[in-house]
């Protein structure tokens, strides 16, 4: 009778693997359904927020200062700073209305994406373009006096209007002695945000 | 009764004027419409949230969601679709917008294997919160554009969002070791297999 012989190797081999596989099971049975790549969230707030506005057209036409033909010039108004008729004469149309539809407040804020730029990468810088907000228009509001320069990050320009009601801008712009000819241009932008929200 | 009508007509042409002035006033515009202020969320993954777009304002318009400059420093999103939204669509209408993020890796991990493998977290630290805004901007329309020399305008309106970044600890790692002792195991056993039979041949 001949004594079968015992593959020690192969034996361990298998017990290797078995082992190592039980380990790996183990090691990621809690993981299995924790390394999901999408979730849904979870929401700890449930009351609802709904504000809307819009630019009047004058001004979401864009804030125009014309051809300058004599340099320096200082505080020159934007086109449709006092072409208002309604409600007063004089009045500015460079406004912002918010929305009767909405719950909530809002406060405006403004903001340039830079100094007005032209083509041949000449600059005004935006300090010299500046503007001035009011909840009503007349001949002097929004005033001169007031007058604020547009920085690149946000700020208030508006706090507290209730819904339904119109925020009115004028806008003015200094042009330095030296400026070389040229048509400049930036973008001016416009945010509302519930009231005492961050810009 | 005479001076009862004369009123109505009065009131009646007073509304007509109002509507008349003050229609031309407007534009486009765009409105949010949000219930959740705060997500929590595990970090790297994707998340997606819905809020309401509106427009109550006589002309149609298109707009964008995006998170805030100080969120999209932190978390990757593209941005929504450019959505149409309708003239005249009340908040009681709003059109729903899914919007996606995704939160970055923020917890320290501890590994043994470069930087990512055998690792684990032990969720020391406080748990990271991230403050901002989701934003609806009001995509140009190229007839916006009046003059030369100036700014163009474009208008936003915006939700706070604060988003939690979960940390989930867990113990350290081995399954790289594993499937490496495994796969060695393996080639093992069928180099000592493949000879076995080759010598019975």
């Keep these: 009778m001949t004594k079968k012989r015992v593959n020690w190797f192969t034996i361990v081999l298998i017990l290797i693997i078995l082992v190592a596989l039980i380990l790996l099971f183990f090691q990621n049975v809690n993981a299995i359904t924790g390394h999901a790549t999408q979730q849904n969230t979870t929401s700890n707030v449930t009351i609802q927020y709904y504000l809307s506005l819009s630019l009047c057209s004058n001004l979401s036409s864009g804030i125009w200062f014309g051809e300058v033909a004599s340099l320096p010039a200082t ?18 149309t460079y406004c912002v209305n918010i929305s009767t539809d909405g719950n909530s407040p809002v406060d405006l804020c403004i903001k340039s994406d830079g100094d007005l730029t032209s083509v041949a990468a000449d600059k005004i810088g935006l300090a010299n373009e500046t503007y001035s907000n009011y909840t009503s228009t007349n001949s002097t509001h929004p005033l001169l006096g007031s007058q604020t320069s547009l920085s690149t990050s946000y ?3 508006g706090v507290n209007i209730p819904v339904g009601n119109v925020n009115y801008y004028r806008f003015w712009l200094d042009i330095p002695a030296a400026q070389p000819s040229g048509t400049y241009n930036n973008t001016v932008q416009f945010k509302g945000v519930t009231v005492a929200g961050a810009c | 009764m005479k001076n009862k009508e004369v009123k109505n007509w009065n009131f009646l042409l007073g509304l007509i004027l109002s509507i008349v002035i003050l229609l031309p006033l407007c534009s486009a515009g765009v409105g949010i419409s949000w219930s959740k202020e705060s997500s929590l969320v595990r970090e790297n993954t994707k998340t997606c949230l819905t809020y309401k777009v509106y427009n109550p304002w006589p ?5 964008q969601i995006k998170l805030s400059d100080e969120l999209m420093q932190i978390m990757t999103s593209r941005g929504s679709e450019t959505e149409f939204i309708p003239h005249d669509t009340s908040s009681s209408m709003a059109i729903p917008v899914e919007f996606c993020f995704k939160t970055p890796k923020v917890y320290e991990k501890n590994c043994w294997l470069f930087g990512e493998l055998i690792c684990k977290k032990e969720c020391k630290e406080e748990m990271k919160i991230f403050d901002g805004e989701v934003e609806v901007i009001e995509v140009d329309s190229p007839e916006t554009v009046e003059g030369s020399g ?48 080759n010598k019975k041949q």
């Design chain 1, 155 to 157: 700020s208030k320009s």
């Design chain 1, 75 to 92: 505080d020159l108004n934007g086109s449709h700073n006092y072409d208002g008729n309604y409600p007063t004469v004089n009045g500015s």
């Design chain 2, 59 to 63: 002309d149609d318009s298109y707009a």
């Design chain 2, 150 to 197: 100036g700014s163009a305008t474009k208008m936003s309106v915006s939700a706070p969002i604060r988003v939690k970044v979960q940390c989930i600890a867990h113990s350290r790692d081995y399954s790289v070791i594993y499937i490496a002792v495994i796969l060695i195991a393996g080639i093992l056993l069928t180099i000592n297999l493949t000879r076995k039979r």
